[in-house]
């Protein structure tokens, strides 16, 4: 594994939290390949085997739709928050050719309305990131949370 | 921008948060260039162009009386905590000459002289460094607080 | 100090961070060198000159019993937690030879059975390093936590 592929992997991390901690979600979309997925599951479902996740976006279709619900659908309706993520890569295995697999601790924090912060949840993302000439994008992202019972909703991704 | 310039300011960044975590406070003035300026301010006063902030070191002399007001004027005046900091580097833009700009996630734990440790307070660091011989310095940081309310009083820079 | 020995030392650390947060107690036990020692130790005594610490194995035996302890000996008889560590390198001096001493800041999160997330500790590593042919390994850990009261009782390695 060259070093260029680990920069390029760890920008597109950089990339994402960036990305949702300033809530531009047009920015979040353009972190996943064309053919990309995103799923946020409880890690208590994940270790069980069961599909049960608070966010299934299997297609590209259910990526733009999340994007549209966020900052459409359901804007003005929910109580906001700002984020505060934080990623350490943990593991990066290449997979063939321009496909890598990684896993990376994550935490997130979040400072409601009145300005009070909090830890929102921690745990792991399991990746498929393909490397191209417009950096590198998520084929596909697992938010395998430990938190199964966060302190607030969640309405962004994670 | 070159890999060295990016180890250049990863160890200013690195170097800040250890003289804070280790209450050295000459060696915090010391990541500053000599025009260097601070700014410790919530978001909810950025974000609407208010002014009105935490700290407001305009100018070296007032980054000096910081200095001597934790060490000296304040020192056993209040009660005191262990911080400790982390840090995520999220964008860095040259802007000509030995010049970046430079956005990155921060996090501060404290633990109170009774050892219960809690979130200080979450933010970003926008700032402008200059790069020279004796390593990067900070031309300026702006400490932006999500935390509007932080759990204890803040007698430390961020 | 070269990027290769920084990168073999980073390595390290995040294969330390992963063996705890996946529970594997051998991968744990193979960051440490043949005379590798850890010790886990709040910063109250630590600074105060006094040996009392929440671990103490101070050669590799003692380590080997932990693992036995862990998965064995106090299995089933704890209320389970999940663990999250971050990491940060804050210095790195080489010591002469293959031997480094780093200092890097952590945080570790936990999540108990009902799945509510919260701080577990954070504070300090202080490690030597030595570097070889199979990585580096951990001479010597001492894990300083500045939390003196942590939430609920420890019992994996910090």
Redesign the interface.
Known sequence: MTQEALQQIDALQ?RY??AL?SKDMAAWLDTFASDGSYVCI???NEESGLPLALMMDDCHERLEDRVTYVTKVWAGTFEDY?T????????CTPKGGDLYET?S?F?V?Y?DS??????L????YVDQIVLGSGGAKLKSRRAVM?????PRYIVYPI
Chains 1, 2, 3 share one sequence.
């Open positions: 950089t939290i960036a901690d409880a890690n208590e700002q505060r993520h934080f990623v350490q890569r943990i593991a896993v601790n935490t924090f400072t009145a300005g009070n912060t909090g830890t949840v921690c745990g792991r430990d938190t199964n019972v966060a």
